[in-house]
């Protein structure tokens, strides 16, 4: 899975007193991040941790930091001016490292700190292996309480189809509120709106169908305090 993409080396550079936390370094799935240090940190002592997941079957934890190892190049026995850290970038996330020139551990002395981003990716569910980018994606909005039951839904969205679209965006299928029939006012969170007169497994048919043959993917959301 670490290669879906060409392999790529990407370089991120630690400054002392620099806090990315706004920013974010992104990178993609296959790709190798490399760390190294500006001139003013070459002589320090740097510990650096990330909660970023550096297997493919690591699950992520916020809190769970590790100190990353640095590499050195150099055949010079006390030349460790060009040592880097290398993470793997096995699985998608905004992951979070942190630096110390302290000798400590702790994010409370940390002297620099930022996020970097391994984007997600979609692969199509039609056996081709095909990769949809984040950047590739066009999505419609579709109001699904306005489509009626679902044997009419392919017919109505066929022109989504021809007009190039790769994902459609369904507003919550769930019972909505009768009185202000609000598209995020559910009344149920669990039950399929009756609108539809069908099943959920028969929904799960249809998108499933339009991912393989249209090549359109499907998302939908929740907003929870909106409920009625």
């Known amino acids: 899975m670490c290669s879906v993409h060409d392999e790529q080396v990407r370089i991120l550079i630690l400054n002392e007193n620099e806090d990315n936390n706004e920013e974010l370094f992104r990178l993609k799935t296959g790709w190798t991040l490399q760390i190294v240090l500006s001139a003013g940190l070459s002589a320090r002592k740097i510990r650096i941790f990330s909660n970023a997941c550096l297997n493919e079957n690591d699950q992520f934890q916020r809190n769970n930091y590790q100190e990353l190892k640095w590499v050195y190049p150099s055949n010079t026995k006390y ?3 060009n040592r ?4 793997l970038c096995c699985k998608s996330g905004s992951f979070h490292y942190y630096f110390t020139i302290d000798g400590t551990t702790s994010k ?7 996020y970097f981003q391994v984007e997600s990716y979609f692969i199509w569910p039609d056996g081709s292996g095909e990769v949809l980018e984040q950047d ?3 999505c419609q909005s579709v109001l699904s309480k306005s489509l009626g039951s679902l044997s009419e839904w392919k017919s ?3 022109v989504t189809h021809h007009s190039g679209y790769n994902m459609i965006h369904f507003t919550p299928v769930q019972i909505l509120n009768r009185i202000s029939n609000s598209s995020y006012s559910i009344s149920d969170h669990h039950k ?3 609108l539809f007169q069908g099943t959920y497994e028969e929904l799960k048919l249809l998108i499933d169908n339009m991912a393989k043959q249209w090549r359109i993917l499907s998302i939908t959301d929740l907003v929870y305090n909106h409920a009625a």
Do not use: A, F, H
């Open 136 to 138: 590739c994606i066009t």
């Open 108 to 114: 409370d002395n940390l002297n620099g700190q930022g």
């Open 79 to 81: 030349d460790d001016s």
């Open 84 to 87: 880097y850290v290398s993470i």
């Open 156 to 158: 109505r969205l066929e």
């Open 192 to 194: 399929l709106n009756p």
